[in-house]
């Protein structure tokens, strides 16, 4: 006996929540423009709108239907874009693209990007992680030299 009126809320509920109206579609279709720096890839796995360096030069994708040359372009403060290249994209949604080098004396931090796209100004935030040590200090110990032996 319980059970079954277990079951019986069970499909009161599950109709309750089928009879609930989709929302219309009557207003505007969301903007469909996106802009980011680099690409979700196994090697860099969750660093999109992060500036990687060492991997000289990122990349900043857009995706502006119709985007072509003179109508679309990217800006940012803090990179440098070149070699702009439109169309679609293999394994990114994206219609153009552009090399981004980082601007000489940026400091870490976040930044926008921006694509214009059509006459309007689209933006995401990346940003700029510490520069890693480069070289390592005079006089340390290298693994595999011997210095380390005890």
């Known amino acids: 006996m319980r059970k079954s009126a277990i ?3 069970a499909a009161a509920i599950g109709m309750a929540g089928t009879a609930v109206p989709a929302v219309a579609a009557d ?6 423009v996106t802009v980011q720096l680099n690409q979700d890839t196994a090697v860099l796995h969750g660093q999109v709108n992060v500036y990687q360096r060492g991997s000289d030069p990122n990349m ?3 995706y502006c ?4 040359a003179g109508t679309a372009t990217f ?4 990179l440098k874009f070149s070699d702009y290249a439109y169309g679609e994209m293999i394994g990114v949604k994206a219609t153009m693209s552009a090399q981004a080098r980082l601007v000489p004396g940026t400091q870490p931090g976040s930044y926008p990007l921006t694509v214009t796209c059509d006459g309007k100004q689209y933006n995401a935030t990346f940003t ?9 200090p005079q006089g340390a110990a290298k693994a595999g030299d011997g210095s380390l032996a005890g």
Request: cysteine-free; charged content about 10%; proline content about 21%.
């Open 7 to 9: 079951f019986a809320v």
């Open 27 to 32: 207003g505007p279709a969301p903007d469909p």
């Open 60 to 62: 900043a994708l857009a």
């Open 65 to 68: 239907p119709g985007a072509k």
């Open 75 to 78: 800006s940012s403060p803090a």
């Open 128 to 136: 700029v992680p510490a520069a890693q040590v480069s070289r390592v």
